[in-house]
């Protein structure tokens, strides 16, 4: 009888979450191809050499036709290959670190207004409220052009226009855990504010906000490369986003060069958005059957 | 609808403006350099007498607060600044531009809940049917597409394979000088790709939304009531369902405007679509910065309208809101 009880506590929620996702079948299609991709980018150039700028062949050489360059070529005469094995580094650091920034930020607004209420949520949330009147990719485009583009003031770009939503979601979960009797106790005992937010609310909001997480990579994906193909992204480094904008003019000549970068963005934020579905699915089993 | 609610939203909606205008002089202040060079324009062909014209008409040698206050003033006049590129006031630039804005971005936004609303209703009749599946799918992948790339390959489709739709600009050229309803019907038909290119991305999400909102008032009781005395299934769910399901819609319609002006960024900047969006895209490829400045003030000005229509038909919807403060 005993023995039954501590197996029973031992059921921790994030492993019952686990055994969720490692039923969902699209969530772990989504992990496979999003390794994949992690992978080809960060190994893909060692198996695969050649630099993305370097002009090797002729202009818009069709895929198929040369078996040195399999996807062909752009419209200088650049490795497809090489451009798109090199150009996901930046987009998924970009749109983690940018993910990274809007959680630290949403998180911090959120928790604080959430939990102390009155002025400072009053305060705090007229601030997001600011921040949501401002369309996110023109604020973006003037702080990336003002402040030079690196990536770290593109990530920051990003992330300072993506945080309102979070501070938003965690707010009311902040709201509605505050009110519950482990909390109660926690200042019975004599938690100071700060342990009760970040030791006691804090992980039990998590669910939702590793969901919004996951969602936010996707988003911040294709703000980088929304940002990239304008040509306000870094312009020594390749990417996806770069890639397409740089043919742009001459798409009615050459399809290859803009439909394989955008189908590499298109399958990274899929497979991310499919991981975000899946463990949505697996921390409100409740909510599956919509 | 009640007034004073009407005018606290509209004040606070100057206030928000306000900030903006703030923001805006506060980023010229923070970037690296000498301001009046920002202002001029980092093209390098400023001459002494404009940087001493933007000194002087900035007060760039007074203290910070006089010059925040001047700027305040000069946009509570009208005046956005000058820009030096196209060599206007910015804005009479943002006028010229603002209507084909406006029209790609309520035609898309009209289009991605319609058709967004009917897909997502047609799947909540059968939570597990071939539709409801459908919408799923595309919702997924509607999330997960660049809209400049959708914009790019509808432009390879039509242009080259199906020509049956214009992919650039907004009129054509031999139809400029064209009677009334001769060029409506021009516009609206190079209106189609760019605006159905942005819809797609806010289509999918209003299908899902529409689609979980519909099946939990399908749920509630006075649904079962309606079937019960006998109404017709297509009464019950147009007329006591939707009705119902349709406030989370309206709310997220609000929210989604200033992703909307975004996404239209990016679409002006494919098809050559004379709007603010295309206005920005160039005065940021030559640092124009007052032309920049002008674009976020009124795209802002924008997003802050429609949420305070959002906020005034949200009342006409529910009225249980009405007269409330």
């Known amino acids: ?104 930020i949403g998180i ?72 519950l009797e482990y909390v109660t106790a926690a200042r019975a005992i004599g938690a100071r504010n700060k342990r009760i937010i970040w030791k006691v609310i804090l992980p039990n909001a998590l669910p939702p906000l590793i969901v919004s997480a996951t969602l936010t990579v996707g988003v911040a994906i294709l703000f980088e490369a929304g940002l990239s193909f304008l040509g306000l992204g870094d312009p020594n480094v390749m990417s996806w986003g770069l890639m397409i904008g740089s043919n742009r003019e001459y798409i009615l000549d050459a399809w290859w060069p803009v439909t394989f970068p955008g189908l590499a963005i298109f399958f990274t934020v899929f497979s991310v958005s499919l991981i975000g579905d899946g463990l949505n699915d697996a921390f409100n089993p409740k909510l599956r059957e919509r | ?108 936004q009209v289009l991605s809940i319609v058709i967004g609303v009917v897909l997502g209703v047609l799947a909540a009749r059968k939570p597990n049917g071939v539709m409801s599946a459908f919408v799923s799918v595309f919702a997924t992948i509607g999330y997960a597409v660049p809209v400049f790339w959708t914009g790019i390959m509808l432009v390879i489709l039509f242009a080259s394979i199906f020509p049956i739709f214009p992919v650039e600009g907004m009129q054509s050229v031999k139809l400029r000088d064209a009677s009334g309803l001769v060029k409506a019907l021009d516009i609206l038909h190079h209106l189609v790709l760019p605006a159905f290119t942005l819809a797609v991305i806010y289509l999918a999400q209003y299908a899902r939304l529409s689609r979980a909102s519909m099946l939990e008032v399908l749920g509630s009781d006075y ?24 406030l989370p819609i309206l709310t997220v319609a609000g929210l989604q405007f200033g992703n909307l002006i975004s996404g239209a960024l990016l679409v002006e900047t494919v098809f050559n679509w004379p709007g603010m969006g295309r206005l920005a895209f160039e005065s940021i490829l030559r640092r124009d910065y007052p032309t920049i400045m002008g674009v976020l003030f009124f795209a802002s000005g924008m997003v802050v309208v429609a949420n305070i229509l959002t906020d005034m038909s949200y009342r006409l919807a529910d009225p249980r809101l009405r007269g409330k403060g």
């Open chain 1, 108 to 179: 911090s607004m959120g928790a604080l207004a959430g939990y102390y209420g009155g002025w400072v949520d009053n305060l705090l949330m007229r601030v997001t409220e600011f921040f949501q009147v401002l369309p996110a990719l023109l604020f973006a485009m003037v702080l990336v052009t003002l402040f030079s583009p690196s990536l770290f003031t593109i990530a920051m770009a990003i992330g300072l226009v993506s945080w309102p939503q979070t501070a938003r979601l965690t707010r009311a979960e902040f709201l509605k855990i505050k009110q």
């Open chain 2, 1 to 108: 609808m009640n007034t004073s609610f009407l005018l606290r939203r509209l004040g606070y909606g100057l206030l928000l403006m306000l900030g903006v205008v703030v923001l805006n002089f506060l980023l010229i202040r923070l970037a690296p350099g000498d301001p009046a060079l920002v202002i001029a324009g980092e093209m390098g062909g400023a001459t002494q007498e404009m940087l001493d014209s933007i000194r002087e008409e900035y007060g760039l040698n007074k203290p910070v607060a006089v010059q925040l206050l001047l700027y305040i003033g000069n946009v509570l006049q009208g005046d956005l600044g000058e820009s030096f590129f196209f060599n206007q006031p910015v804005s009479s630039l943002i006028a010229q531009r603002v209507l084909p804005t406006i029209l790609l971005v309520i035609t898309a």
């Open chain 2, 223 to 246: 649904i079962r009531t309606a079937r019960a005395k006998g109404a017709s299934p297509r009464s019950v769910l147009f007329k006591h369902a939707l009705r119902n399901a349709a």
């Open chain 1, 1 to 104: 009888m005993r023995d039954q009880d501590t197996n029973f506590q031992a059921e921790s929620p994030a492993l019952e979450a686990w055994r969720m996702f490692r039923r969902n079948i699209p969530a772990l299609i989504g992990v496979a191809m999003l390794s994949l991709i992690i992978l080809a980018t960060l190994y893909g150039s060692f198996f695969y050499g050649g630099d993305p700028f370097d002009i090797v062949w002729a202009p818009q050489e069709p895929p198929g036709m040369t078996p040195e360059f399999p996807l062909g070529t752009d419209y200088l005469g650049r490795d497809l290959v090489a451009g798109l094995l090199t150009g996901g580094g930046p987009t998924l650091a970009v749109g983690a670190a940018a993910a990274a920034i809007t959680m630290g």
